[in-house]
Nanobody
Framework: QVQLVESGGGLVQAGGSLRLSCAAS????????MAWFRQAPGKEREFVAT????????RYADSVKGRFTISRDNAKNTVYLQMNILKPEDTAVYYC??????????????????WGRGTQVTVSS
């Protein structure tokens, strides 16, 4: 079993930056593909970014490409989401997810086995 705990959310003005962290328990973290999803009020949860076990490959939603960066530190069992040039439409609850199968960079939540409880990001205009 893997537990994921997100942190780093908050309120920021448009154009600002935030860095989200997701701390994972479990000795097999290094073999998991990790991802970030988000859910805005009244909308379905959507894919944001994903990174493979080594950190050597990543994939982004078009809406965040060039502004967000996903990374991981396997020594710390932590995955990060650096969010720059934030926009009001980035306002959402951000969720961390883990795929135990490991290598594929899925953008659909059904492929992810473990989920955190989320952290709120609010971007004011």
């Amino acid at each position: 079993q893997v537990q994921l705990v997100e942190s780093g959310g908050g309120l920021v003005q448009a154009g600002g930056s935030l860095r989200l962290s997701c701390a994972a328990s479990g000795r097999t973290f290094t073999s998991y593909t990790m991802a970030w999803f988000r859910q805005a009020p009244g909308k379905e949860r959507e894919f944001v970014a994903t990174i493979n076990w080594s950190g050597g490959r990543s994939r982004y939603a078009d809406s965040v490409k060039g502004r967000f960066t996903i990374s991981r530190d396997n020594a710390k069992n932590t995955v990060y989401l650096q969010m720059n040039i934030l926009k009001p439409e980035d306002t959402a609850v951000y969720y961390c997810a883990a795929d135990a199968a490991g290598e594929a960079l899925w953008n659909q939540e059904r492929f992810y086995d473990y989920w955190g409880r989320g952290t709120q990001v609010t971007v004011s205009s």
